[in-house]
């Protein structure tokens, strides 16, 4: 059974940096892209940047390009959200997913397994 799990949050002061980790277990997923989402208190989650299957393609949504940069690889089962400069709109519950890309070069179309999500917090 596919699990996947995220660690690495906290409380940070805005300026700050976290890395988040997503490590996957139980089926092998070397066609899947990696997506990461937030949900901030009493929004909904939103987000969506993603890795390829392959790595090799990346998507950042506007408001994190520049500051969070993803990697890891599937060799690993393991993959990383490095959070720079971050703000206090940042907080929030990160949630890493799963979601079936064959091509390599682009993000799943949909996710299919979610993690539990591990909390941010930025705040002086």
């Known amino acids: 059974q596919l699990q996947l799990v995220e660690s690495g949050g906290g409380l940070v002061q805005p300026g700050g940096s976290l890395r988040l980790s997503c490590t996957y277990s139980?089926?092998?997923?070397?066609?899947?892209?990696i997506g990461w989402f937030r949900q901030a208190p009493g929004k909904e989650r939103e987000g969506g940047s993603c890795?390829?299957?392959?790595?090799?393609?990346?998507n950042y949504t506007n408001s994190v390009k520049g500051r969070f940069t993803m990697s890891g690889n599937h060799a690993e089962m393991t993959f990383y959200l490095q959070m720079n400069s971050l703000r206090d709109e940042n907080t929030g519950v990160y949630s890493c997913?799963?979601?079936?890309?064959?091509?390599?070069?682009?993000?799943?179309?949909?996710?299919?397994?979610w993690g539990q999500g591990t909390q941010v917090t930025v705040s002086s």
């Open positions: 139980g089926v092998p997923l070397d066609y899947y892209g």
């Open positions: 997913a799963a979601g079936y890309e064959v091509t390599g070069q682009g993000c799943p179309p949909e996710y299919h397994a």
């Open positions: 890795v390829s299957s392959s790595g090799g393609y990346t």
